[in-house]
């Protein structure tokens, strides 16, 4: 009996193991695809429109599944919490990324969006004044930011579309956003179920990127909202923020981090290439070089950041 039970439990650990790995590959896909959803949706109306419609949608069907569960509305300590993370997290990041794909390709803007771990190292050596960082982290840093000259050198002798400079500025400050809040919630720990916590900070976020979009005339009446907008809303709230968030968690729960944290590398990779067969984006041998090496990069940060812990 009890051999019969070992051999039931390693069977059931191999399935759950391949099941991440399909939910990695899940994950990866479609939040690489998720950036071409949102620069579909940004041609036909403002981007922090479609960022607060996502993101009230999304965190509104996140809290309603958790209140029903029983989850307690969060105490006030907490919700000055939760409003601080979700202006860095999503008024910032996800809400300016949104609005960034208006003037620039979604595989460049997912590819700035994948350099928050070569910002952290260097917010936390200049803010922190971390310097017992491994040779290998500033030999990824320094790779990170050479694969990111080269795409720019790329860029550099083409003609750009207007506004591709303040498209490049909004994926710089998005990404900087993420950084600051991804060093918010490493250095300081609140007591809350995580994912109920991720809808609060969208619903919060939705009425602040709102009140932003009307301040700034980045709005349209819904009605004259087209039915391509409304298609990559429903992709992104879906897809984007649902279903890729559970297949995500179930990858972290089930696979070692190194290979759960892979899809941060796959996910520029897969929005240039759907970005140029669907959109007819540009992909050029150097802004391929420039993406692996900047990849690479940010690989070698990370990996050498985990050794360290």
């Not at 990041?93 to 952290?120: E, F």
């Not at 720019?152 to 303040?166: D, S, V």
């Not at 720990?189 to 005339?217: E, R």
């Amino acid at each position: 009996m009890r051999n019969n039970n070992q051999h039931t439990l390693a069977n059931s650990g191999g399935g759950n193991k391949q099941k991440a790995y399909l939910a990695l590959a899940g994950t990866s896909i479609i939040w690489g695809t998720t950036w071409v959803a949102s620069r579909v949706g940004v041609q036909h109306m403002p981007g922090l429109q479609l960022s607060y419609l996502r993101q009230f949608i999304s965190g509104a069907i996140l809290l309603i599944f958790f209140l029903i569960k029983g989850e307690k509305l969060p105490t006030w300590q907490q919700f000055k919490w939760l409003a601080l993370l979700s202006v860095f997290m999503f008024v910032l990041a996800n809400g300016l990324s949104s609005w960034c794909v208006k003037y620039i390709s979604s595989g460049l803007a997912s590819l700035i969006s994948a350099l928050y771990p070569l910002c952290v190292v260097i917010i936390e050596m200049i803010f922190y004044k971390k310097r017992n960082n491994s040779p290998l982290t500033l030999i990824g840093l320094v790779i990170g930011i050479i694969g990111v000259a080269v795409v720019f050198y790329e860029n550099a002798f083409h003609e750009q579309p207007a506004g591709y400079g303040f498209g490049v500025l909004l994926g710089f400050l998005a990404m900087f956003g993420w950084t600051i809040g991804t060093i918010l919630v490493s250095r300081n720990k609140y007591q809350m179920n995580p994912y109920y916590a991720l809808g609060w900070q969208m619903f919060i976020s939705s009425f602040i990127i709102f009140i932003a979009a009307n301040l700034t005339g980045n709005t349209i009446p819904l009605s004259d909202i087209p039915y391509q907008s409304w298609l990559a809303i429903a992709y992104l709230v879906s897809m984007g923020s649902l279903i890729a968030f559970m297949a995500f968690i179930y990858s972290i729960k089930n696979l070692p981090p190194a290979i759960s944290s892979l899809y941060a590398y796959i996910n520029p990779l897969v929005a240039m290439l759907v970005g140029a067969l669907l959109l007819n984006e540009p992909l050029t041998t150097y802004i391929i070089a420039g993406a692996c090496i900047t990849l690479f990069g940010v690989y070698l940060v990370n990996y050498s950041i985990k050794k360290m812990k």
